[in-house]
């Protein structure tokens, strides 16, 4: 089992900047890729961000420019968002892709949110 774990959430005034942390933990699993989505009420899970260990970055339109993605290792990722909007605002989750060694089996973990909100 892997554990995810979110932080940084708040509340911030629009053109302010946050900066999101997620540390996973726990054994037997390979971590691939980790990424940031945020989902809004009423509205779907979006992606925003997503990095692989080759350092292949994927970023949303809505967020690309204003947004970074970064990694310190394996299991440990940053968002630095800047210049936020308030249609920013969003729950943001961290999300865990990878694979067990041991098996020939994948998964995918969800860390349980931190909330992003942007107003004046």
């Known amino acids: 089992q892997v554990q995810v774990v979110e932080s940084g959430g708040g509340l911030v005034q629009p053109g302010g900047s946050l900066t999101l942390s997620c540390a996973a933990s726990?054994?037997?699993?390979?971590?691939?890729?980790m990424g940031w989505y945020r989902q809004a009420p009423g509205k779907e899970r979006e992606l925003v961000a997503r990095?692989?260990?080759?350092?292949?970055t994927i970023y949303a339109d809505a967020v690309k420019g204003r947004f970074t993605i970064s990694r310190a290792n394996a299991k440990t990722v940053y968002l630095r968002m800047n210049s936020l909007k308030p249609e920013d605002t969003a729950a943001y989750y961290c999300?865990?892709?990878?694979?067990?060694?041991?098996?020939?089996?994948?998964?995918?973990?969800w860390g349980q949110g931190t909330q992003v909100t942007v107003s004046s």
């Open positions: 990095i692989i260990p080759g350092g292949r």
């Open positions: 726990g054994s037997g699993f390979s971590i691939n890729a």
């Open positions: 999300n865990v892709g990878g694979y067990y060694g041991g098996y020939d089996a994948t998964a995918d973990y």
